[in-house]
């Protein structure tokens, strides 16, 4: 029921003048962003009493029948509220204005308080006997809400009012690089392609100073929503955030555990490998032979995918990779718009209908000239029927060809299940529907396509197998870890172990234990790091990706097996297989109606998470780099 990534309370970002000089829209925005977000919660204040007689109508009979008949009635009014969310969400999020974000804080805190409503009123019915689908239901109305506000006057309004200011504040970063005002796109290029320290050190640093001023509303976000989760019969709001698996939330951080530990190895392996090459490139001044990786040299702002590090730490004996995506892209002289067609070429290919005209018409493809806009990308259905779109500001390049697979799957996913019941179109659970377009991305990433395609004039033999794994593990093995810390953060915060005094201190704590990785200098004491990845101020769950990460290699060895694939993981793709994608679409369409086991089952014969798959992938680059790694001391000290 909402675009995939927006959380259903994440308000939006911030306006700024069209005519605003680069100078002072530092000012401005800061000015704006209390002055909108203040009026947008008395709006939304304002709209209180509306959203409770609306959930007020027909209190039903606790019985099965009255069960069944307040299902329906909440499913008619999500989808109506929903629609009408999206609309004005959408409409912020690719032009950001004093008014727009008026209008997303007001509608949001409706959605809030109605969410909250049904939720309550769903619990009357926990000791009748009912229906599998209407329990399932009655559960998801539950679980459905990522940041509950109290069922007390003025609470949505207030959390509304945080979240719109925390996004805005993120949307309308910017900072000082060598003189100039750049945006977050800006640096990410400068960063990924920047290979002198003293440079990705400002731009991680400078990146950095948007975020400080999010604290307070971060820590008082916390507050508010740990007493909705409380309400609604949760320990805190990270036990509402696990209890989304068709598992008890202890059993579901347990089962996050037991995955890491499978990948873990492989991982410290490829950091030891990293820091190594890093080491021989910068000097022990910069990057010591032992302990963590200075995370600015990666990259990645986040240093959660290092594939754009490819050219430094390549194989310095042996096979060679002959080509670069970002490269072949440039001079194949694509645009953005031909990157979404390609992408979209590859869902046809597999038996899937094109997007509808209105996604040509209606998507942001490329960053406005004229307006702010929030750039993190996301995918939308904004009818939970045929209007879906995606929202980027994609640029040319290597990282946004594997985004746009990946948003396309999210929206080929809404299309499967649109003829659910409202409560049943959302993903099996959240790490499917970042899994969907990634497992085509596995494929999307095959030499062996990109030569069908005609980006790459031949495919490359078997020595290039390590260098394309390499490149590979650069983004997904190194990933994992990043996509189990982001949460690990929250579920402390959310539990009170980790109080706003050590929110900063706690997120370095965590880049080190999970990642391996120090920021190149010491972090000031008024720093807020964690405020600087766009999931956090937004409140977007991220164990998700994490998840994702896993399951992209099971589908994937699914389908190659399927196909009668007998090479090398890595080497297959489904590209073209219609069988696969009669398949595949077999389980998106089982949207959320049945436990996610169950969508598991229907595609690869699996009942659970299993990190073998990822493994098995990439089996002959572990081998490999433990060769590499020989008599080198790997690891660093977790504390
Ligand atoms: O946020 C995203 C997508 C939208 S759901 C662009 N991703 C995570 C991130 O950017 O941190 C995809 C990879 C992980
Ligand atoms: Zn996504």
Known sequence: MKSYLLAAVAAGALGLAGCATTADRAADAAALADAAAADAAAAAGEAAPAAADAAAVAEQPVTAAGATAFIAEAETRLATISEYQQRVAWTRATNITFDTMWLEAKVNAEVTELQVQLANEAARFNDVQVPDDVRRKLNLLRLGIVLPAPNRPGAAAELAQITTRLDSTYSTGKFAFKGKEITLDDANVLIAESRDPAETKALY?????????????????????????????????????????????????????????????????????????????????????????????????????????????????????SYDLTKLLTDAGYDATKMVQTGEGFYKSLGLAPLPQTFWERSQIVRPRDREVVCHASAWDVDNLEDVRIKMCTQVNADDFYTVHHELGHNYYQRAYKDQPMLFRNGANDGFHEAIGDFIGLSALTPTYLNQIGLLKTTPGADEDIPFLLKMALDKIAFLPFGLMVDRWRWGVFSGETTPDQYNVAWNADMLKYQGLVAPGPRPADAFDPGAKYHVPAAVPYTRYFLAAIYQFQFQRAACKMEGWTGPLHRCSTYGNEEVGRRFNAMLEMGQSKPWPEAMQAFTGETGNDATAIIDYFAPLNAWLTEQNRGKDCGWSET
């Open 205 to 321: 640093e400078g990146w950095r100073t948007v975020s400080p001023g999010m604290k307070p509303d971060y820590a008082r976000m916390v507050e508010i929503a740990n007493e909705g989760s409380r309400e609604l019969g949760f320990a805190d709001t990270g036990a509402m955030w696990r209890a989304g698996y068709d598992m008890a939330p202890d059993d579901f951080a347990k089962e996050t555990d037991r995955l890491w530990a499978q990948v873990k190895p492989f991982y410290v392996n490829l950091h030891c490998y990293v820091r190594a090459r890093l080491n021989a490139k910068y000097g022990d001044a910069v990057q010591p032979k032992t302990g963590p990786i200075r995370a600015d040299l990666l990259g990645n702002m986040w240093s959660q995918q290092w594939g754009n590090i490819y050219d430094v730490v390549a194989p310095a004996t042996g096979g060679q990779s």
